[in-house]
């Protein structure tokens, strides 16, 4: 957060709060640090460098810095530096700081944050019994609440039937969309080698070795998914593209965000094409309308979704072996220290893919929980899928993992373990304990090289999308913040711009009103910030806002359908752990010269598939849309690689750009790379719900 202080004490901002934090007494998202009004400029030794306010809960690193617990975690879900020397860092390897810093930080002296009606000073340590037993103002806001809740409820017996609301609030959400829906699947079992207008499909395509066994057809399956939450608002926690206003047609998966209600269900991959939620069809709505629905709160969410099988010969192959039972189980284990090992040695066998459970060790986490056995195979942990992975993976996620681990596992009843051979065996098997008493060695892939868009890539923008840039010019008090948050940065791992997440309600730029959430920051002061990371930015940002005069020059997208947001900034999308970011069709929408592109290099045999099936290119009535991978086939050099996602638009390929192409001149240029080809990717992170 850049130098905000909140003042809530504004009566027309603390009438419109509907929820603050009680500890505090500001509003502020769950994932963020309390807020305090300070009394007197804090010393910079004991402020945050990431959140850049004093420090809370402070956590000590190894390389000798200390930020705020809240923060530092947030910033380790993404990425393995120490923000301020990028040395490598792990989480687990951070300590508290000492009592005397804790106490230094506790004894600041602030101001209550309801200055209208209660004037009083404290330590910071003492602000929340404050409110809680003494304060007129806080007590205050919570008589209005409860006065609006008992209206809220009593108007509500009048109303009609819970079942009766839901169908309407559905209608309202999909804007004719429901009127698609309640349609359940026919085939259970579905051919995805059928022709689709549009799609070109390298992946599964027969050439001339059409005899080719694994080219015979991809099969895929629906089915239907419940998930439960204890919080019916709380985020899903995964990231979606497409919809039928944008080529790819479909809503399709393109991550799962770890520790989230999907992750720990495990049901969920990467890839998967959802047909239906709480029964409506989905299938050809926008990709507004999808979010919209997806979004919607409630305990049980059912979900129909298309789900990759591979190809029908893998399949025959399998099920043409002995009956067995099979059965999918999800186990959660609790780690009670994120260093405390699960004592489960997991290896890869050398006649079937995936990863299994060689040995639970005596006295382990795994082997007092019960729940896991010898020869389970490991479909996911934490929502990675590793249906496809390897020992080593599985390791690396489970080391990271703070608490909670969750596997979803496959049982067959009655058969063997096949001898596996461990460590220094043959190449086609591994191994890998989760132990952490040794180190887990990965193969190295080099740097993700990323570079801007080359003018010889450049295309219009999509139909119906504007680009504006707007220059604010502010005259401000010395000390006023310019109260915003911002996201982004070359730092980041899609390469984004620097862009805002939110306009609190104290500061310049709420005041002044031009500057809204979404907006791309260019520069601030004649300062370019196009090509900063994350940190750089926020002191940029910081450093010109210590002036009288602050200009600043952003660019706004305006796309021609957005997901209605809510007006009062208090429910400024609560998102429960998840930073606000702007959806994906948002991003379809900036200038050429903000994108950052990255070169993949795939390799295969002559007998294999690249895995990858892609839409879009020149049409007829339609003009040029850009290309963007749809499908990923497990098993294949685009899944192994892992660095193509769906959604990705295709620049380029071996250098020539794809820039106006149709199908039919693309699929050439495809088929022709025997062993290896070059992909121009631009990639967007999905819309999260």
Partial sequence: MLDIMADPAVEEQVSKISELCHKCGQFHLLQDNHLYNFQDEVDDELVCHICLQPL??????????????????????????????????????????SLLVRNLLDKLTILCPFQKECQQTMQRCELEAHLQNRCPGF???????????????????????????????????????????????????????????????????????????????????????????????????????????????????????????????GKIAPGDHILEVNGVNISSVT???????????????????????????????????????????????????????????????????????????????????????????????????????????AAQIIQTSEARVNFVVLRQSGVQLPDAVEDGGTPNSSSSSSNGGSPVHHRRRPDQNHYRRKSNYQKDLPQGYLSQEKTVAIKKELKESLGITIG??????????????????????????????????????????????????????????????????????????????????????????????????????LPNYLHCCQDIVLRKRDSESWGFSIVGGFEEGKGNQPFFIKTIVPATPAFRDRRLKCGDEIVAVNGVSAVGMSNSELIPMLKEQKNKVTLTVVSWPGSLV
């Fill in 139 to 265: 007590k205050k806001f919570k008589s209005d609440i409860e006065r609006r809740k008992h209206s809220h409820s009593k108007g509500k017996e009048d109303s009609i039937t819970r079942e009766e609301t839901n169908a309407a609030r559905e209608a309202a959400l999909t804007d004719g969309a429901s009127s698609l829906a309640a349609e359940s699947s026919v085939a259970a079992v579905v051919s995805l080698g059928t022709v689709e207008p549009g799609l070109v499909n390298p992946a599964f395509e027969e050439g001339e070795e059409g005899d080719l066994p694994q080219k015979a057809s991809l099969v895929a399956e629906t089915s239907t998914i419940e998930i439960h939450r204890d919080d019916p608002e709380e985020e899903l926690g995964m990231r979606i593209v497409g919809g039928k206003d944008t080529p790819l047609g479909n809503i399709v998966v393109q991550e799962v965000l770890r520790d989230s209600v999907v992750a720990s269900d």
């Fill in 287 to 393: 990709h507004c309308q999808a979010i919209s629905l997806l979004r919607h709160p409630g305990p049980v969410l059912h979900l129909m979704v298309l789900q990759e099988k591979g190809f029908s010969n893998k399949t025959l192959r399998q099920d043409s072996s002995p009956a067995v039972n099979r059965e999918v189980i999800h186990v959660t284990l609790m780690k009670r220290d994120p260093s405390e090992p699960l004592g489960i040695k997991l290896i890869r066998k050398t006649d079937e893919a995936g990863i299994f459970i060689l040995d639970l060790l005596d006295g382990g986490l795994a082997a007092k929980n019960r729940k896991l056995s010898q020869n389970d195979k490991v479909l996911s942990i934490n929502g990675q899928d590793l249906r496809q992975g390897t020992p080593e993976t």
């Fill in 56 to 97: 809370l809960q402070p956590m000590d690193t190894p390389c000798g810095h200390t930020y705020c617990f809240k923060c530092l975690e947030n910033f380790m879900q993404e990425y393995n530096f120490c923000p301020m020397d990028r040395k490598k860092l792990s989480f687990q390897h951070c300590r508290k700081s």
């Fill in 488 to 589: 982004g940065g070359r730092d980041n791992k899609n390469k984004l711009p620097i862009y805002v997440t939110s306009v609190q309600p104290i500061g310049c730029l709420f005041r002044d009103g031009r500057i809204k959430r979404g907006d791309v920051l260019l520069n601030i002061n004649g300062i370019d910030l196009t090509h900063l990371n994350y940190y750089e930015a926020v002191s940029a940002l910081k450093s010109n806002a210590a002036s009288h005069t602050v200009v600043l020059k952003a660019l706004e997208i305006l796309v021609p359908e957005r997901v209605p947001e809510p007006t009062d900034p208090s429910s400024d999308i609560r998102e429960h752990g998840f930073s606000w970011s702007p959806l994906w069709i948002t991003w379809l929408g």
